[in-house]
């Protein structure tokens, strides 16, 4: 069983109030996620804030089509500073995402994300990380980052 990460970091021009705003909602994340994902919030009634037990569940089609329900739990907030969401439900067998926000004043805020993440049905699973699922996220967090540039231009 290999044990994966991903991380990436971005600089945004925006105040660290503005960006922990728009992150932390969970209801920007379609906003930032590619359309062929087929990404959608199932969760009724989501509310705009996030919050540590927050428990959001998503519908993805993150490969050929084929929709799959992915659940994750919110399991710690510091406000300004960081947030976990990991999956409780999904296509991974571990999935822990770590977003942070570092405050670089005169408005610009770096974002860094680190995904820790562990596949399923080993070693196929290992087999078709190389394959399928690491271009798959650097196509995701390349989408993402880009998406982010547009809504914070500077």
């Known amino acids: ?17 503005e960006a922990w705003a728009f992150f932390s909602n969970p209801r920007n994340l379609a906003k930032i996620t590619p359309p062929e994902t087929g990404f959608e919030v199932l969760t009724p009634d989501l509310e705009p804030n996030i919050y540590a037990g927050m428990m959001i569940a998503y519908r993805v089609r993150p490969l050929l089509g084929i929709p799959m329900t992915w659940l994750s739990e919110i399991t710690l907030v510091e406000d300004g500073v960081r947030f976990i969401d990991e999956q409780r439900v999904g296509p991974y067998a571990v ?11 005169d408005g610009r805020v770096e974002m ?37 540039r547009e809504l914070f231009p500077g």
């Open 112 to 148: 860094e994300d680190k995904a820790t993440y562990v596949l399923p049905f080993t070693p196929l699973g290992d087999l078709a990380h190389a394959l399928l699922v690491k271009p798959q996220l650097a196509k995701i967090f390349a989408f993402r980052e880009k998406a982010v």
């Open 95 to 105: 999935w822990h995402h770590e977003h942070r926000f570092h405050d670089l004043g």
């Open 1 to 17: 069983m290999a044990v994966h990460t991903l991380h990436t970091k971005q600089i945004i021009r925006a105040s660290l109030a």
